[in-house]
T-cell receptor, first 115, second 114 residues
Framework: DTEVTQTPKHLVMGMTNKKSLKCEQH?????MYWYKQKAKKPPELMFV???????INESVPSRFSPECPNSSLLNLHLHALQPEDSALYLC??????????????FGPGTRLTVL | RKEVEQDPGPFNVPEGATVAFNCTYS??????FFWYRQDCRKEPKLLMS???SGNEDGRFTAQLNRASQYISLLIRDSKLSDSATYLC???????????????FGQGTELSVKP
């Protein structure tokens, strides 16, 4: 079973709101990721967590704040977003960062609209 | 030069056609390569992993050429249901402390017509 779940599926928020995106996997994976995807563009990596520690931050603005409460959960806290942050936010997980056969599996995404 | 470059699309082909996608990558230390399929407004779904010279799964064949730094995906006997965007992805090697960083090509849209 290669299932990654994400909630909510859709989110509309104002620029002053605070919201959170949630991601969960029960495959025993030790690496989790956040990607952002704009229309007609490929996914772009935002953050990588390995063994619940942040290992890569792709210079993401501080209005995006990731959190990994445990090995199965990954959150993305949103605050004071801009309309240009509207996108599909994808969570992914993989067995272990650095393993030669490591493969990332994606959740269905949260479609975010910032008004 | 982009880290991963992919054939521009869209590709419009009739059912039953053979179609090939190509991707080049710039980082020679890259160790693992993938093809994902993405349907409209859905997440990328893993189609094939490519770790050695290539592999085959039914109508799909993926090949890796390390000397020339490119990967390819061949779809034989294409079906209407193959219509989607195909994304190549390269996982940067841990040596550069970029383990876990998946770099995607721009994606190629495939439309299979009756």
């Amino acid at each position: 079973d290669t299932e990654v779940t994400q909630t909510p599926k859709h989110l509309v928020m104002g620029m002053t709101n605070k919201k959170s995106l949630k991601c969960e996997q029960h495959m025993g994976h030790r690496a989790m990721y956040w990607y952002k995807q704009k229309a007609k563009k490929p996914p772009e990596l935002m953050f990588v967590y390995s063994y619940e520690k942040l290992s890569i931050n792709e210079s993401v603005p501080s209005r995006f704040s990731p959190e990994c409460p445990n090995s199965s959960l990954l959150n993305l806290h949103l605050h004071a977003l801009q309309p240009e942050d509207s996108a599909l936010y994808l969570c992914a997980s993989s067995q272990e960062v650095g393993a030669s056969t490591d493969t990332q599996y994606f959740g269905p995404g949260t479609r975010l609209t910032v008004l | 030069r982009k880290e991963v470059e992919q054939d521009p699309g869209p590709f419009n082909v009739p059912e039953g056609a053979t179609v090939a996608f190509n991707c080049t990558y710039s980082n020679s230390a890259s160790q693992s390569f993938f093809w994902y399929r993405q349907d409209c407004r859905k997440e990328p779904k893993l189609l094939m992993s490519v770790y050695s010279s290539g592999n085959e799964d039914g109508r799909f064949t993926a090949q890796l050429n390390r000397a020339s730094q490119y990967i390819s995906l061949l779809i034989r006997d294409s079906k209407l249901s193959d219509s989607a965007t195909y994304l190549c992805a390269v996982n940067l090697d841990m040596i550069y402390n970029q383990g876990g960083k998946l770099i995607f090509g721009q994606g190629t849209e495939l439309s299979v017509k009756p």
